[in-house]
């Protein structure tokens, strides 16, 4: 029985909501779904730092080579930019989740404190994702960093990305309507239903 359906059982209960159901099998259910929000916590993780890390090296060898052949400062400038910001998120991402890992300590060990965890997490990821403004911040120096490096390489060269530029515009629109969508679709629902889980089981106090 996953999270939903115990969710489900407690809905069609009569009284005491929490007490028909398995403490164990109710915080087995809720490691699994935690498990999966790891999963792929972690791969957006290594997305964004293989990503990024990738084009910041780029912009790295192109700072060099723009000086080495006395291209215009702009391009070095260009680069240089897109260099320091891909870097800069990069290690500000990983700060950030050190961070989030060291207050998940400060958490005990009951299914309160699970559930609070767990929600602490959805109220995090909300947060960033929850509306166009903090999903465009948390995606733009992404997309600024590989432009900047894509402009400095074809500008150097006497070629005007122009086709890059409208590229990236309409991938930045893209996937912050998919970060809303994820958090309209997935968060949201998942922030109700651990709200509704934490009622349920401060009430039994």
């Excluded at 109710?26 to 993780?45: G, N």
């Excluded at 050190?98 to 909300?126: S, Y």
Aim: proline share 2%.
């Amino acid at each position: 029985m996953d999270f939903d359906q115990m969710l489900a059982t407690w809905r069609t209960q009569d009284a005491a909501p929490l007490y028909g159901v398995n403490q164990a099998a109710l915080r087995q259910a809720l490691q699994t779904e935690e498990s999966s929000v790891r999963r792929k916590r972690r791969r957006d993780m290594w997305i964004i730092c293989v990503g990024l890390g990738g084009t910041a090296v780029i912009g790295g060898f192109w700072i060099a080579i723009s000086i080495a052949n006395g291209w215009p400062v702009i391009y070095t400038v260009a680069a240089a930019v897109g260099f320091a910001t891909g870097a800069l998120y990069v290690g500000a991402y990983g700060i950030s989740r050190w961070r989030e890992a060291q207050h998940e300590r400060n958490f005990g060990g009951t299914l309160q404190e699970e559930v609070k965890r767990g929600l602490w997490r959805v109220d995090l990821e909300l947060s960033r994702f929850g509306n166009w403004t903090s999903a465009s911040l948390q995606i733009a120096p992404i997309l600024l960093s590989a432009m900047l490096i894509s402009w400095a390489m074809s500008g150097s060269q006497g070629h005007v990305p122009w086709s890059s530029y409208v590229v990236g515009a309409c991938a930045m629109v893209y996937l912050v309507r998919y970060a809303r969508r994820y958090a309209r679709q997935k968060l949201e629902p998942r922030q109700r239903r651990l709200r509704e889980l934490l009622d349920a089981l401060d009430a039994r106090e």
